[in-house]
């Protein structure tokens, strides 16, 4: 299993990024899916997560500002990041929970950085 994610960058605060993590094989359809970060010096967080029936959850820093999102078919989950602050610079990874065997897969990570 691979999860590769993509998408990240230099915004200025205000911006937006939309993060895509495609996920190789057939567990897609079978996991759970998550975003986490990792700012310097700071543990990882788990930023938001959408199960396999769809439901999600979000950390209380990115409410209403982020939205976790799917395609089955594409084997891919999204991540839209709107009204970025410098507090959100962060390299993010996605991660897979297969629901079957409880192992989990992280993705490469990608950086965001937005600046003041």
């Known amino acids: 299993v691979q999860l590769q994610a993509s998408g990240g960058g230099l915004v200025q605060a205000g911006g937006s990024l939309r993060l895509s993590c495609v996920v190789s094989?057939?567990?897609?359809?079978?996991?759970?899916m998550g975003w986490y970060r990792q700012a310097p010096g700071k543990q990882r967080e788990l930023v938001a997560g959408?199960?396999?029936?769809?439901?999600?959850s979000y950390a209380d820093s990115v409410k209403g500002r982020f939205a976790i999102s799917k395609d089955n078919a594409k084997n891919t989950v999204y991540l839209q990041m709107n009204s970025l602050k410098p507090e959100d610079t962060a390299v993010y990874y996605c991660?897979?929970?297969?629901?079957?065997?409880?192992?989990?897969?992280w993705g490469q990570g990608t950086q965001v950085t937005v600046s003041s």
């Open positions: 991660n897979a929970l297969r629901l079957a065997t409880l192992n989990k897969y």
């Open positions: 094989g057939t567990m897609f359809r079978f996991a759970n």
């Open positions: 959408i199960a396999v029936d769809g439901a999600t």
